[in-house]
């Protein structure tokens, strides 16, 4: 009789956000406009196919004058990006903190409506060891702001990665990384509290259910109905991934003592295509990922630890990008094709999502199959091997391995520490014994599935253990 009862429970909750006719006057959907392709529109094409949409905001990751050019006098409001490669100088030099700001925030705004800058983009992760000047740099920048009086209008934070989490389920036991709480993130959120901000955070439940699809149930990631998950440290009962991992975060900051301070997600989204070993990555789901997820915060709500959270959303991203490094998902992450034609149909408004339903809800999902790694070229299964190592191709050029490593320490989420400075894999310090330690990592991480030693060309599988440095080891994933 109780599971009736809950099961009759979770079918209202979900009904009656189908059919909620009050939406959210400050929670909003935005999108990322990455442009790692040769494909791609005209900026100012791009801006036409926004407003098309009725998408209001729009996330870039840097600040190119044509795209800020393009944005002028279009009511979208704008995100610009200070690149991780600028934050030494930003933090080391006021002077080119202020010069940055002039040419790039102050020659367009107002008429390019840009109302924040993120400072660096998951700094924690990226293979440079920029985490040291990630708060002098977003102080500097600040100060350059006050000078030109746009401090209150345009705010300032930086994108952190779900990885700065030390654990994040359940979601009530939420905690940053031991490493980085003294170190930044403390003076990171006592300068969002200091500055009116709100903390930068990059949420995709996919990757989460692409390692745990035996135990993550797809409709859970995917915000459709299903039972839910009750957290056993607070007895909150969850009904999708998204805000599990959202209130992950809230946990966390709450530990803390930030309590007062707010979230905003700059990046989360759902690739409608994968290599064969990636689960999930299919058209299907992509659309109901992206097309329940953007009714999920039209129609507010927030979360069951925030339930008066507002929060703002950027999908990521606006074009599948052709030039990505990584796996096929990387290049699939578009809800549009760089023809401008969608890639599937969901809605971006308020007014769009009172015809909408999700097409994949309650059919059968692609997603759940268990997929076998192939024995090719590109990875070898563990089945029929031995020991197996993937590492560099040293003829693939700087310009291949330096993306093939920021790729596998950032987004791909390899352990890259041992190549740090001082750290047992550091020596020697080159491109080419650097990159194929973070390759190999991932490759092992990804369980030497086929597809996964490839890196745009720039890498291999060898069968003999690589030899870098007299103390450095590559892990085998045995």
């Known amino acids: ?190 300068f969002l509290r200091e500055t009116g901000s709100r903390l930068m955070i990059n949420v995709y439940p996919f990757f989460a259910y692409e390692g745990n699809s035996d135990v993550i149930p797809l409709d859970y990631a995917l915000l459709r109905e299903n039972p839910g998950m009750v957290d056993s440290g607070n007895g909150l009962r969850y009904f999708n991934l998204f805000d599990a991992q959202i209130d992950a975060v809230f946990a966390a900051m709450s530990a803390l003592k930030y309590d007062d301070l707010e979230i905003i997600v700059t990046e989360t989204g759902w690739p409608s295509k994968g290599d064969e070993n990636e689960v999930g990555a299919t058209v299907a789901n992509a659309a109901s990922y992206n097309g329940n997820l953007i009714r999920r915060i039209l129609t507010g709500g927030g979360t069951p630890l925030r339930p008066k959270a507002d929060l703002t959303v950027y ?81 693939a050029g700087e310009d291949r391995l330096q993306g093939g490593l920021d790729y596998a320490c950032g987004e791909g989420g390899a352990d890259c520490r041992p190549i740090q400075p001082g750290a047992t894999c550091y020596s020697p310090d080159t491109l080419e014994a650097h990159a194929s330690f973070a390759f190999n990592s991932y490759y092992q991480k990804k369980g030497r599935a086929g597809g996964s030693c490839y890196f745009g060309g720039a890498a291999y599988v060898v069968s003999q253990p690589p030899k870098y440095g007299g103390r450095c080891e590559f892990p085998t994933g045995y």
């Open 315 to 395: 999908l990521f991203a606006l074009f599948n990008e052709n030039k990505k490094f990584g796996p096929t998902s990387e290049r699939n992450y578009g809800l549009f094709f760089p023809d401008e034609k969608k890639v599937y149909e969901i809605p971006f408004t308020q007014e769009g999502l009172k015809h909408y339903r999700d097409g994949g809800h309650n059919t059968p999902a692609t997603g759940d199959r268990r997929v076998t790694p192939p024995n090719n070229g590109g990875g070898v299964s563990k089945s029929l091997t031995g020991s197996l190592w993937c590492v560099a191709n040293g003829d």
């Open 1 to 190: 009789m109780q599971k009736q009862n809950m099961d009759l429970l979770t079918s209202l909750v979900f009904l009656l956000l189908l059919s909620s006719i009050s939406f959210s006057d400050t929670s909003s959907i935005g999108v990322n406009y990455g442009r790692i392709s040769d494909e791609l529109p005209s900026a100012f094409k791009v801006v036409q196919l926004l407003k098309s949409q009725g998408i209001d905001r729009v996330k870039i990751f840097d600040a190119d004058p044509a795209v800020l050019k393009a944005l002028s006098g279009s009511g979208i409001r704008v995100t610009v990006d200070l690149p991780n490669e600028m934050l030494f100088s930003a933090a080391k030099r006021a002077s080119f903190a202020a010069s940055w700001v002039k040419r790039n925030v102050a020659a367009y705004h107002p008429s390019t409506q840009i109302e924040s800058i993120a400072v660096g983009n998951e700094v924690f992760v990226d293979p440079h060891n920029t985490t040291k000047y990630l708060i002098p740099a977003m102080r500097n920048i600040h100060t350059a702001l006050v000078s030109y009086k746009l401090h209150s209008s345009i705010k300032i934070s930086s994108p952190l990665a779900l990885s700065a989490l030390q654990n994040s389920y359940p979601s009530s036991s939420g905690s940053f990384r031991s490493e980085l709480t003294d170190l930044v993130i403390k003076p990171m959120l006592d």
